[in-house]
């Protein structure tokens, strides 16, 4: 479906000025944009509650007062994984009628590959093109499969950029997030290039408070899907791992041009460390007060 050009020239220009307003790249803002009016269209379509929200875009889900910039999609299929069947399926999705935004969505272009390496799990890689007026929008949507989520995804509205009608979506629980990314970092080990990883449950550590007895058993589940070995002692947490990717974690900062979080990773790992060391030992030891409280910035009480 063809999006109107004066459609696509207004949405242009309230970006453009939205864009000078947050004092943001335009094209950051414009692919913020275009991933929203995707899900939007997933949404409305009859495959909704095959896909669970996972990722970044969470942060904007849960209002975040800090938000990692991405660049693409991440769901958790509850579907067929063959590529074929997906393919499918997105084609449906950007074919789907919607109040005119502007966006204009290739199926001819949709595209899905494996990805394994380097990945918290097997899973899709969807690629195609979109358009807004001449500006062309390269879409990624990372699929995975198989994965658990505690508590169970509910339903939440990801804020829009421009005020239009919100995509309604499955999330995914702040506890499964945590877990996942521990386990891929315990997993990963000394070779853990991820920063995103350690960043990103700094931030949710220092914004959200966590019941004990939830968040481990989120881990404990997650790990046992993922047939991962819990340790106390993950390398992430070794005085040299964290010397060797100091250069590495002032490079993310740069990247994500966060003036916020800390500039010294090894301050990064401590509160980690402060965060997730109790329930590594607990778990271990198949023990612990569940009924204890992590508040925010400040502490297990």
């Not at 009628?97 to 899905?112: E, K, M, N, T, Y």
């Not at 390269?138 to 508590?151: A, L, R």
């Not at 509205?157 to 629980?173: F, I």
């Not at 040299?240 to 250069?247: C, I």
């Amino acid at each position: 479906m063809t999006a109107p050009r004066n459609v696509a020239a207004s949405v242009r220009q309230r970006l453009l000025n939205r864009a000078r307003t947050d004092q943001r790249p335009f094209d950051e803002l414009l692919r913020y944009y275009a991933m929203e009016r995707f899900l939007y269209r997933l949404s409305r379509s009859d495959h909704v509650e095959r896909f669970v929200l996972k990722g970044a875009l969470l942060l904007r889900v849960w209002d975040s007062p800090l938000q990692r910039p991405t660049m693409d999609i991440d769901l958790l299929g509850r579907t067929s994984n063959r590529a074929e069947e997906i393919e499918d399926l997105i084609r449906d999705v950007i074919g789907i009628h919607v109040d005119a935004d502007g966006l204009d969505f290739d199926p001819a272009s949709v595209r899905a590959d494996r990805i394994t390496a380097d990945a918290d799990y097997e899973g899709l890689r969807v690629r195609f093109e979109g358009r807004l007026g001449t500006a062309r929008i390269h879409m990624q949507v990372d699929i995975g499969f198989g994965d658990v989520v505690f508590p169970e995804p509910v339903v939440a509205e990801l804020p829009t950029v421009l005020g239009d009608r919100a995509p309604r979506l499955l999330c995914y629980s702040r506890e499964s997030v945590v877990a996942e990314k521990l386990e891929a970092m315990v997993r990963h080990g000394e070779l853990n290039s991820r920063m995103k990883d350690f960043y990103d449950i700094w931030l949710l550590s220092r914004q959200y408070e966590f019941v004990a007895g939830i968040l481990s058993e989120a881990v404990r589940r997650t790990f046992e899907r993922r047939d991962s070995s819990l340790s106390r002692h993950p390398a992430a947490f070794d005085p040299s791992f964290v010397e060797a990717k100091q250069v590495q974690w002032s490079a993310f900062l740069d990247r994500i041009r966060d003036e916020q979080a800390p500039k010294a990773f090894r301050d990064v790992v401590a509160e980690l460390e402060a965060f997730l060391g109790p329930l590594l030992e607990e778990l271990e030891s198949e023990g612990g007060e569940g009924g204890r409280r992590w508040v925010a910035g400040k502490g297990w009480a």
